[in-house]
């Protein structure tokens, strides 16, 4: 019973672990085409609009 416990828990954590990566992997992809447009145009940021306030900002790299 112990080892269908222990293998359980290695199983969830590996597959924990892989999710992360993926997650990281998706972000950094996102993250380096915005920079490679950003560098294509010129430009030195990618401006959004506030819906709240209709003001733009910058965006940040979180978003």
Do not use: C, H, N
């Not at 359980?8 to 950094?28: I, M, N, P, Q």
Request: charged share 40%.
């Amino acid at each position: 019973m112990a080892q269908i416990i222990f293998l359980l828990l290695v199983g969830g954590l590996a597959w924990f672990g892989y999710r992360k990566f993926v997650s990281d992997a998706e972000r950094l992809s996102r993250v380096r085409r915005r920079t490679e447009e950003e560098r294509r145009t010129g430009a030195t940021g990618t401006l959004v609009k506030d819906p709240e306030t209709g003001e733009y900002r910058v965006r940040r790299d979180d978003e």
